[in-house]
Nanobody, 117 residues
Framework: QVQLVESGGGLVQAGGSLRLSCAPT????????MAWYRQAPGKQRELVAS???????NYADSVKGRFTISGDNAKNTVYLQMNSLKPEDAAVYYC???????????WGKGTLVTVSS
């Protein structure tokens, strides 16, 4: 059984920074892509950033230039460096991983990011 575990969330003032981490636990897993999603109260879950094993990245327009996703392929670990945080970035951030088999998707339980104005 594979589980993704996020860490690094917390309370930060607007303009501050946080670094989220996500790593798998349990059975060994092979992934081809990892991503961060977020969900604010009353809103749908949205993609924040993704990274392929090749290193190719993709970002939501709202975080471009402020957030950086990176990964460690050997450890199947993904990070999200969040700078210049805004109150609208506050949400539960979820880690996502895709395996090589179609439909093989894993989710973490989320880590809460709170941004005070």
């Amino acid at each position: 059984q594979v589980q993704l575990v996020e860490s690094g969330g917390g309370l930060v003032q607007a303009g501050g920074s946080l670094r989220l981490s996500c790593a798998p636990t349990g059975s060994a897993v092979s992934v081809v892509a990892m991503a961060w999603y977020r969900q604010a109260p009353g809103k749908q879950r949205e993609l924040v950033a993704s990274i392929l094993n090749s290193g190719m990245t993709n970002y939501a327009d709202s975080v471009k230039g402020r957030f950086t996703i990176s990964g460690d392929n050997a450890k199947n670990t993904v990070y999200l460096q969040m700078n210049s945080l805004k109150p609208e970035d506050a949400a539960v951030y979820y880690c996502n991983a895709e395996g090589p088999i179609y439909g093989e998707i894993y989710w973490g339980k989320g880590t809460l990011v709170t941004v005070s104005s």
